[in-house]
């Protein structure tokens, strides 16, 4: 079965950085695009940044674009959302999502309904605050 499992969230001084993984169980890695959303305090899904299985294309929502840094490693069945310059702004519950048909990373990054995507991890919270 497929499965996504966020890890890495906690509590981050403004200016510090941050690393999210999400592994992914069930599936073979590398047929699948990967998103990472969130979704602040009281404020609707966004999709921060979404990858193509092949690494061919990458996008950043522009909030994030600058200091976010998504990569993967397929033979580990592993995605990291290295995130620098932490804002209060960014506090929020990420998520990791994936799916295997064909979308730009722009469209699947709009895709903030847990419906349109076939797995989403259950999420891990950063919270920015000094």
């Known amino acids: 079965q497929l499965q996504v499992v966020e890890s890495g969230g906690g509590l981050v001084q403004p200016g510090g950085p941050l690393r999210l993984s999400c592994a992914a169980s069930g599936i073979t890695w590398d047929h699948y695009d990967i998103g990472w959303f969130r979704q602040a305090p009281g404020k609707g899904t966004e999709g921060i940044s979404c990858?193509?299985?092949?690494?061919?294309?990458?996008y950043y929502a522009d909030s994030v674009k600058g200091r976010f840094t998504v990569s993967r490693d397929n033979a580990k069945n592993m995605v990291y959302l290295q995130m620098n310059n932490l804002k209060p702004e960014d506090t929020a519950t990420y998520f990791c999502a994936a799916d295997r048909d064909y979308y730009t990373v722009q469209a699947m990054c709009a895709m903030t309904q847990e419906y349109l995507l076939s797995v989403w991890g259950r999420g891990t919270l950063v919270t920015v605050a000094s």
């Open positions: 990858t193509r299985r092949d690494n061919s294309s990458t």
